[in-house]
């Protein structure tokens, strides 16, 4: 099968579980937006970006390093069991901690009389970080169809107790948790056979190897994550006026779930995308692949970030009315354009994967969460969710800036820049266009009609030199 194909189908089998799943989920929004004030919807918001946090501390980059030391020469079923064993040894050690000191931890949370909240958090964190490598095993074997199928469950189980809590029993935002918490219980039941099929051995050697390996992953993704998500943890802290900064913290978390189509795309895209990067690495003509694979995800990107600013209107009424802020629009703007070029790096980060210098993916994070943390402490007291929002952006574009460069060094891949420089600065152009001036939605769904056409013709010029050189 041509390698971009290949591609397109695992991620849309990936994408069934996390596409499907999502906006399932993403229904929960108008639930939580409707049954829940801002305050309430905070208290949410700020509990999942800590538990974002731990899941990369708790996975400690182990799923990367199963796919590079799986495809070396090594057993697999060693790989996985050396893994696997690492991780409930770690998240045993997690939950005891957790459950010994949460009282301190709701104390200095604000929670002080919810230490139930910790202790539940801190056995999803576990469960889920345990079932991580089982995933990455699905991942690595191709089974995309039984990934897909656990996922789901996952998401079918965790939104049925939602809907029966919230909707049927008019219980609180603790049920939520709950919900969560049993979902993650069954799909490690599901992941059982996987588990069981191990190997159970622990090779001392590997691991040390895998670890070595792993550790600046680990670095990495917290940088990362604090990039993606410390701004709903200092909103709380930062704003001049505590007395709104619940409510406002609510307001951010909603937005922020509005640029879903494109965290979902860029989400599934990374399922398939690892294995499949890895899996390319030896063959001939594997920069070529990878330089189509980034102009390719760019204009879906690109197309996704139009289609959502031209139907905006349309989109926020999956929010319940106290979230109808006049700042959406500007705020989820500039978090989708923050997700493009999030998406972006993603791409240009095999380098550093191939190359085994994970090492400056971590340097590459941290840089990041320097801006990210500086910014927002800067800005929130300023402009309050608003700079968290300019922040993520200019966060994310430095990275990929700085990443695209030390790529060129380390691993040049011929990306086709100014095709997809071209791209970006069309879809900007638009997106001006309809900010400053006062069309109808549909008017401006023309010009996404137009895009895509242009795109589309230009695709197919390109192709055609390509294939009949002079």
């Known amino acids: 099968m041509n390698p971009l194909k290949k591609l397109l189908s695992q991620t849309a089998i990936y994408g069934l579980s996390s596409v499907i799943g999502r906006l399932l989920n993403y229904l929960l929004v108008p639930l939580y937006t409707r049954y829940f004030l801002p305050a309430e919807y905070g208290v949410v918001t700020e509990l999942y970006a800590y538990v974002a946090f731990l899941v990369i501390v708790l996975t400690y980059g182990l799923e990367t390093a199963f796919f590079r030391f799986s495809k070396k020469d090594n057993d697999v079923k060693v790989v996985y069991s050396t893994a696997l064993i690492s991780l409930i040894v770690s998240s045993i050690i997690f939950v005891v901690l957790m459950f010994a000191s949460s009282p301190s931890i709701a104390s200095w949370m604000g929670y002080a009389g919810h230490t139930e909240y910790i202790e539940w958090f801190a056995i999803i964190i576990a469960l889920d970080a345990v079932a991580s490598i089982s995933f990455a095993r699905l991942r690595e074997q191709d089974k995309a169809i039984r990934f897909a199928l656990v996922r789901l469950i996952n998401i079918f189980v965790n939104i049925g107790l939602n809907l029966y809590f919230i909707v049927h029993k008019e219980f609180g935002i603790e049920y939520i948790f709950i919900s969560n918490l049993i979902a993650s219980i069954v799909t490690l039941v599901m992941l059982f056979p996987e588990m069981i ?54 307001l951010y978390g909603a937005f922020y779930k509005l640029s879903i189509i494109m965290t979902l795309f860029i989400q599934t895209f990374r399922f398939a995308a690892e294995p499949f990067f890895f899996a390319q690495e030896k063959e001939g003509n594997s920069k070529k692949i990878y330089a189509d694979v980034m102009k ?78 500086t910014l927002n402490f800067t800005l929130i007291p ?37 095709r997809i420089g071209l791209y970006l600065l069309g879809m900007l152009g638009i997106y001006f266009f309809i900010y400053f001036t006062d069309s109808s939605m549909w008017y401006n769904s023309l010009y996404l009609v137009g895009f895509i056409i242009s795109i589309f013709v230009l695709e197919k010029q390109n192709k055609t030199v390509i294939s009949n050189p002079k």
């Open 197 to 250: 099929n191990s190997s159970w051995r622990f090779d001392k050697v590997l691991w040390k190897k895998m670890m070595i390996y792993a550790l600046p992953l680990l670095i990495a993704g917290l940088a990362g994550m604090t990039n993606e998500t410390i701004d709903r943890i200092l909103l709380k802290h930062l704003l001049p006026n505590t007395e709104i900064a619940a409510s406002e913290l609510g």
């Open 296 to 373: 390719y995800f760019t204009i879906v990107m690109a197309i996704i970030f139009l289609g959502v600013t031209i139907f905006y209107d349309i989109i926020k009424g999956f929010l319940g009315s106290e979230y109808h802020d006049e700042r959406g629009f500007l705020v989820v703007s500039i978090l989708l354009l923050a997700n493009l070029f999030l998406g972006i790096y993603y791409n240009l980060s095999i380098w550093y994967k191939l190359t085994e210098k994970t090492k400056y993916g971590a340097y590459l994070s941290v840089f990041g969460a320097i801006i990210t943390i």
């Open 382 to 418: 300023i402009i309050g969710f608003v700079g968290s929002a300019w922040t993520t952006l200019i966060c994310y574009f430095s990275m990929t800036i700085a990443s695209y460069y030390l790529g060129k060094k380390h691993f040049p891949i011929p990306y086709q820049v100014s």
